[in-house]
């Protein structure tokens, strides 16, 4: 290696990325991040949400998400320590904690972070050059509605609404760099894997020295 690419490495100081992944409910983007997370890399963390919503009964706090109540979490909005929120499927709050997230990508660390669409694009924007946005997605809509009903964790009237806001965040799927069709869950675990290796490699173009 070249003393001049050497410096250059030197004084480009890699910094994490987020791994922005989004999908409708039922696509299966909680079962491949966990696939992705349980290789055990050390540079790769998982970022855990705040909610308002109940936890479920293999969910615990501090693991899956930080269950909090709802007072608490328009307190930590209204000072501000969300880097995202949004309240979802019209009942719950979910939101990003913006020193947690700080505090991983500045050692170095790339976060996972399964976010809905909304969420996702507004990290994009605050982290343009240090963010990888996802999109998983079942073949079809016949397929993901079966999953929804198989999984039996919600009634016929959830699993409605959650049909109807699938076809409301396909809209924005332009906005993503990547879709991955989950139809085998080891080839969609494969490919988000590749996508995150791929980010090594990436050259950071608002970060180049001349050297």
């Known amino acids: 290696m070249s003393k001049k690419i050497s410096n250059f490495i030197k004084k480009t100081g890699k910094v994490g990325n987020i791994i922005i992944i989004s999908a409708p409910s039922g696509s299966g983007k909680s079962s491949i991040c966990e696939a992705v997370l349980a290789e055990g890399k050390k540079n790769i963390n998982y970022s855990i949400s705040y909610t308002t919503r109940p ?10 998400y930080y269950f909090i109540s709802e007072n608490k979490f328009k307190q930590m ?6 880097v995202e929120w949004a309240k979802v499927h019209g009942s719950y709050y979910y939101g990003t904690s913006k020193e947690l997230l700080n505090k991983a990508l500045s050692a170095g660390k790339n976060i996972i972070l399964e976010i809905d669409v909304q969420g996702g694009v507004n990290i994009k924007k605050q982290y343009p050059n240090n963010s990888c946005m996802i999109f998983i997605m079942a073949p079809d809509f016949k397929t993901l509605k079966k999953r929804l009903t198989t999984r039996n964790k919600d009634c016929k009237e959830t699993i409605y609404m959650r049909m109807l806001n699938a076809k409301k965040e396909l809209k924005y799927l332009p906005k993503y760099e990547y879709l991955v069709i989950n139809k085998k869950l080891d080839e969609a675990v494969y490919a988000v894997k590749t996508i995150i290796k791929s980010l090594e490699y990436k050259i950071e173009k608002d970060r180049v020295y001349f050297v």
């Open 77 to 82: 909005v209204e000072e501000k320590k969300f």
């Open 55 to 64: 936890p479920r009964k293999d969910e615990k706090n501090g693991k899956n």
